[in-house]
């Protein structure tokens, strides 16, 4: 009577061998995939801003799973179209903080938003989610630079994101300057601290 | 009415005349009087205890003739040596109610009590109303113990048609019909229970005759408690006939409070058989015995006499003098008995009392104070009187201490001198025609209470010391280190110079044992000063090393106490007939692997040093264990209960029923482990493991199979697998790319083994599936020997192995195959691409890794493996793979050789690895594939008793856990050194990793390694104790090349290797 009890036992490899036989879904091969018709769908408020993490749970964001290449990133930049470069600059964003996957993410906005790429009762929160992103740039990376094609030049952020607010129609947070230097050109300065004699430089007028 | 028909009876011969009357109540027994008595026995007068059916009670009487009076028990004349005896646990009251517990809690505390008083000599207890007839019963029967059964007649109040009246007002006829009632209904109840002896009136009810009433306070002042009187002791003397009415078999004994009232109590209670009294005379009695004679006529019983234990005078303990006050009282009891030419009326007494009262002084308060307050004052003990002072100390009156409670409120008790003494005297029969009164008193003469006060001190002594070890010191250790340091061509250039720095670290530990069954512990650490610049970085005790930190007003602060105390070490266990409660918290413990947990849920965590080296917080937890119903039953639950571990529960139920085992289990992750210290040990993701396990043996042959379902959490969980394929292939990769995701056949699993026992040739095989996310632990048991080379107990694959074992002679052969193979395969890195031309987008692949991915493969790697152990052990009784083999082995000479040699024909998924500053991540790749070796030869010489070397020579193949694809071949030898108390340990290490995880993470070899350790200690050390008292010297020695992360080459002699060195002294103290 005793052995009955232990049948269960031997029921387990059956159990095995009836769910193996079950009807599996098919592993599906990969190949590529066209992105440039992506088209931006508006997520969230923060989406692309640091520290946000959101874009990872876009389901519009064909680069969730996707470890994104040092060459390929560029690529997606210039020819990728604006909301697939958005998606994979944000996307790398989420995943490793830097003043450049910020900016580039800021500026795929700027472009979606200039672009009318989204239906009209969206538009102002692209342009606000914009000008959030490049405020992103001033207040957690103001030192940050990318570099030129040949990767040796390099170029603060700080000042063209300053710029893009003002273009953006926005107002730069957090005692923000724009200054010229010596040569005549613009530069987005923090109010405290700047030690630059004022016979050479001028302040432009910010209010 | 009962006295008048005994003196009728008696014939009045050269013998006793009770010795030779023979009626339906008496019996003769005088046979047995002249037998002297045998050692450590009563004496033979002491009435035997008979079983007696239910309705047959004892017939007691009283007896008198010229030569005094008797007490007649059956027939036997007995003198009553009485006991208040009671039962009262510190830190209880008048309100505890004993007779209320479990009838076994009540058997336990009588079976110890009692049977003392019966070793005494003891033949009676007076107990209060509130005895239970089945247990005067089992005092009797089980310890041959009389009860005298006490009504207090509204002592201390009493019930009045649902009204508490205190004090009583004995002239209320309400209140003396209730008496009535009670008394009736008592004796109906009581009177035919074996073991009881006689029915008692009262407590010194004369002293609380207080009540108000007109009628009385209207009389003068001198004439009120006369009245009173008369009130109180006519009720009694109704009583006594209504007993006498209803029990004709147990005589009655009012207990007064001295001789107070007699000439009222000699006209209102007429009948009572036995005068007993409350007498606190202190040595002699004086004319007691002479005026209840001349005024009552009866047999005289003290019902409380005695002496406290306590010197108010000198403020100590003095049981000496209680000893010699109830040496002398009980000399008079006998000296004052039948038939010693003295007024005769002694029938004994009953000594106040068992054991220490702690509730009395004050009767609420500090009740687990054993107070030292004297309440009340006399003459009569004049050893610790002073006038105008009060020298009774009523908490201090049992002839035993009192001992504290266990957990179940039973206590021990400690008998005094008093005890042995009486024990002593107890042995003379005073009715034996040989124990005349000069015999009394060269028997008490003799009787010493120093003689008696070695065995109480020493129990007492003995009772301190335990109570004292419920609370012990379990460990103090010190350490106290120097370092020295110094280098040559590294890139830390402040490490170059010679530098020197200091460590202190001190280590306290408790240990308390509440009650039995019950222990727990606990060891705090203390850090002084830490050394910042040994050579190896990641040192003993991190913590402390200052830290720099920025404060909020930016500037740079250096914190330099940091975690300087911090609770080391705890454990507890808590064990009873229902469970067992484990816990632990940086304190190692056991595997499961022999009990039911096939695929090692719960491994062992017993990691000694490496907590200190990483300041783990682990293992840490609680295990509990069922008892009885729940036998088989165990539940593990705890924040890391083992290194790695996510804060989990793991229940465990195992059975063996017939010739089958089997066992359930499932684990489930509470929450997400939130901190990684070393590589080796990453937090497994959160998941959920069951499993079902069954064995049976048939003669030689065992088979053992079990299933398992892991990962649930991880259903849906998308993948990439990739197949190698000619082209056109992906990216041109040379692979093709598969999108997947986790489904419920990845979550499980099965194993199978079966082992063959033809003594001396052992055989098993193995055979696993494990579903891509179906994770386990690693196999914990020892299988025929111990081999090195087992099946991953990762998920994503599938294995067999086999091995053997040829014993001949002392000689083990031992070969052992292993072929296991990841269900998906290791991913290979493939760069994403971007075509602006089609606007296609060619997504990437990376190894997978245990942060990102559902699954990976690393020790489930494609692996073909061969294994060759050789032993030689001509002790097999000190096994040699027994884990404290090191310190049990007696074998002049063993020796055992491990040879592995493992084809990976793939590589593995990136490994996980913790950065300095604190952080986890991943390697962008793996090793490559290779084929790896490993050999090493344990030898140990025992040479003397003594003297032991034990000593590895090894050699291997290996790969860097990262993606550094540079093999490494290494060599070196380790071991240890032992004569006497001297012990040298040493290590030479050639091309071999550093001493932590992050060198093989990294691939950082050094040339060579060096170390001797030399230490000297108080005793012969333990091979595996962690701190012992002990001195030494300790010495490091590297060699460092490009290969070894600090090397810096000297642009003079770029050929140059970097140096390292460190001198540690140090001195351990440990007890």
Redesign the interface.
């Known amino acids: 009577m ?1 052995r009955s ?2 049948d269960a ?1 031997w029921l ?2 059956a ?2 061998a009836l ?2 036989g ?1 009807e ?2 098919p ?11 992506l088209q931006f769908e508006y997520f969230d408020e923060t989406e692309g801003v640091h520290p946000s993490q959101v874009v990872l749970l876009n389901p519009n964001n ?2 969730v ?5 040092a ?2 990133k560029f ?2 930049l ?4 604006n909301a ?1 470069g958005f998606y994979a600059w944000a996307t790398l964003l989420a995943t490793g903080a830097n003043g450049e996957n910020q900016f580039y993410a800021a500026t795929k906005l700027r472009d979606v938003y200039y672009a009318n790429e989204v239906p009209p009762e969206d538009s102002e929160k692209v342009r606000l989610l914009a000008i959030a992103a490049f405020q992103s740039v001033l207040d957690n990376f103001p030192d940050s630079v990318t570099f030129d094609a040949s990767g040796t030049i390099p170029f603060p952020l700080a000042t063209p994101a300053f710029q893009a607010i003002v273009d953006l129609n926005g107002r730069p947070e957090g005692d923000w300057a724009l200054v010229q230097d010596v040569n005549g050109n613009p530069v987005a300065v923090k109010r405290a601290g700047v030690d630059i004699p004022r016979t050479v430089v001028e302040e432009e007028d910010d209010s | 009415m009962i006295r008048s028909s005994l003196v009728a009876i008696a014939i009045l011969t050269s013998a006793p005349a009770w010795a030779q009357s023979s009626t339906s109540s008496t019996t003769t027994t005088a046979s047995v009087a002249a037998r002297p008595p045998p050692a450590e026995s009563p004496p033979v007068r002491r009435f035997q205890p008979t079983p007696r059916a239910e309705g047959a009670p004892h017939v007691v009487k009283t007896y008198r003739d010229e030569r005094g009076h008797l007490l007649l028990v059956d027939g036997v004349p007995t003198m009553v040596y009485g006991m208040n005896w009671g039962y009262m646990p510190i830190g209880e009251n008048y309100s505890y109610d004993f007779w209320g517990k479990s009838d076994d809690f009540i058997r336990e505390a009588l079976d110890a009590e009692i049977s003392l008083l019966r070793k005494m000599g003891i033949n009676v207890i007076r107990q209060y109303i509130g005895i239970p007839a089945k247990w005067i019963r089992y005092i009797y029967e089980k310890h041959g113990i009389f009860t005298v059964l006490n009504h207090p007649i509204g002592r201390y109040g009493m019930n009045i048609d649902g009204v508490w009246v205190s004090p009583v007002d004995y002239s209320d006829e309400r209140m003396r019909e209730v008496i009535h009632e009670e008394i009736d209904a008592l004796v109906r109840k009581y009177k035919d229970v074996p073991g009881l002896m006689m029915w008692m009136l009262g407590n010194e009810n004369n002293y609380g005759l207080y009540w108000k009433s007109t009628e009385i306070e209207d009389l003068p002042e001198e004439q009120q408690g006369d009245i009173r009187a008369k009130y109180l002791y006519s009720l009694f003397g109704e009583v006594i006939d209504r007993i006498h009415n209803l029990d004709s078999n147990h005589p009655v004994v009012i207990a007064n409070g001295d001789v107070g009232f007699i000439d009222v109590i000699a006209e209102e209670c007429k009948n009572v058989d036995i005068m007993g009294s409350n007498v606190y005379r202190g040595a002699s009695s004086r004319d007691l015995f002479e005026v209840i004679e001349k005024k009552l006529g009866v047999p005289f019983m003290y019902t409380e006499f005695g002496s406290d234990a306590f010197d108010a005078k000198r403020m100590r303990e003095d049981h000496l003098a209680q000893a010699e006050y109830l040496r002398l009282q009980w000399q008079e009891i006998y000296e004052q008995s039948y038939g010693h030419g003295n007024v005769g009326n002694a029938i004994g007494g009953m000594i106040f009392q068992w054991s220490d009262g702690w509730w009395k002084y004050k009767q609420t308060e500090n009740l687990d104070v054993h107070d030292e307050t004297a309440s009340w004052a006399t003459g009569a003990y004049p050893h610790d009187y002073v006038e105008g002072q009060n020298n009774m100390n009523e908490e201090w009156f049992g002839i035993a201490a009192k001992g504290r409670n266990d957990e179940r409120g039973l206590y021990e008790v400690y008998p005094r001198s008093a005890y042995y003494l009486l024990r002593e005297a107890f042995r003379l029969d005073p009715y034996a025609p040989s124990t005349t009164n000069e015999r009394i008193r060269e028997v008490f003469g003799a009787l010493d209470p120093k003689d008696f006060q070695a065995r109480y001190e020493a129990t007492q002594l003995r009772s301190k010391i335990d109570f004292l070890e419920r609370v012990r010191l379990s460990q103090l250790r010190l350490d106290l280190m120097t370092f020295t340091t110094g280098g040559k061509n590294l890139n830390i250039d402040e490490r170059e110079p010679r530098r020197f720095d200091h460590l202190q670290s001190a280590y306290v530990g408790i240990e308390a044992r509440p009650a039995s069954g019950v222990r727990a512990d606990a060891t705090v650490n203390v850090l002084g000063n830490v050394a910042v610049n040994p050579i190896d970085e990641i040192y003993f005790e991190r913590r402390g090393i200052p830290e720099e930190v920025r404060n909020t007003a930016g500037e740079e602060v250096v914190l330099t106490s940091l975690e300087r105390v911090k609770l080391y070490q705890a454990s507890f266990e808590w064990e009873n007939d229902w469970f067992a409660v484990e816990g632990y918290y940086r304190k190692g413990h056991y595997h499961w692997g022999y009990e039911g947990d096939f695929f090692g849920l719960y491994p062992e965590a017993n990691y000694e040093q490496a907590v200190d080296q990483f300041n783990a917080d682990t293992p840490s937890g609680v295990v509990f264990t069922g008892k009885k119903a729940l036998d088989g039953l165990k539940i593990a639950f705890g924040p890391q209960l083992y290194w790695g571990a996510n804060p989990t529960v793991i229940s465990k139920y195992y059975r063996t029923i017939g010739d089958w085992e089997f066992s359930l289990i499932h684990q489930e992750d509470i929450a997400q482990q939130a901190s990684a210290l070393t590589s080796s040990i990453i937090p497994q993701p959160r998941t959920r493991k069951s499993t079902i396990y069954a064995a049976r043996e048939w003669g030689p042959l065992k088979l053992q199979v079990g299933g398992i379902m892991a990962g649930t959490d991880r259903l849906g969980r998308r993948y990439v697998s990739i197949e190698e394929a000619a082209e056109p292939t992906y990216l041109e990769s040379g692979y093709y790319v598969l999108d997947d995701e986790i489904e419920l056949i990845d979550t499980l699993g099965a194993k199978a083994r079966v082992t063959l026992n033809l003594n001396p040739f052992y055989w098993y095989v193995q055979g696993g599936y494990r579903g891509l996310v179906a994770d386990a632990g690693g196999d914990w048991s020892l299988n025929i020997t111990n081999w090195s080379m087992k099946e991953s107990g990762q998920g994503n694959h599938w294995a067999v192995s086999s091995g053997a074992a040829m014993y001949l002679g002392d000689f083990v052969v031992a070969p052992n195959f292993l072929f296991q193979k990841p269900l998906e395969g290791p991913l290979v890195q493939i760069e994403d691409a971007f075509d602006p031309n089609t606007g296609t987008y060619y997504r990437g692949v990376l190894p997978r890794n245990q942060l990102n991915d559902p699954f990976w493969v690393r020790s489930n790697r494609e692996t073909y493996g061969f294994e060759l152990l050789l032993a030689f052990d001509p002790t097999p009784d000190t096994f040699m793979w027994a884990w404290d083999n090191l310190q049990r082995e007696n074998a002049f000479f063993t020796a055992a050789l491990d040879f592995t040699y493992k084809v990976h024909p793939t590589s593995q998924d990136a490994a996980v690895a913790v950065a300095q500053e604190g952080f986890v991540f991943a390697f962008a790749g793996a090793a490559p594939a290779r084929n790896l070796w490993d050999v090493s030869l344990r030898t140990i010489f025992n040479f003397r008793s003594d003297m032991q070397w034990v000593n590895w020579l090894y050699s291997g193949r290996g790969q860097a856990n990262g993606d550094d694809d540079r093999l490494v071949v290494r060599y070196g030898t380790y071991g240890r050194f032992r004569w006497d108390q001297f012990v040298a340990q040493y290590h030479v290490r050639l091309h071999d990793w550093g001493p932590f995880d992050y060198y093989r993470d990294f691939n950082l070899t050094f040339p060579l390694q060096t170390l001797l350790d030399m230490s000297y200690a108080l005793q012969t050390p333990d091979w595996f104790a962690i701190s012992q008292t002990r001195l030494g010297l300790r010495g490091k020695f590297r060699l460092l090349d490009e290969n070894s992360g600090r090397f810096q080459a000297d642009p003079d002699d770029p050929d140059a290797f970097g140096q390292e060195w460190e001198v540690l002294t140090y001195v351990q103290i440990s007890i």
């Open positions: 005793c009890r232990f036992v387990l490899p159990v095995i769910l193996a079950c599996l879904d592993q599906r091969y990969r190949y590529g995939e066209n992105i440039t018709g064909p680069f799973e996707a470890p994104i290449g060459e390929t690529d997606l210039t020819g990728g179209g697939a």
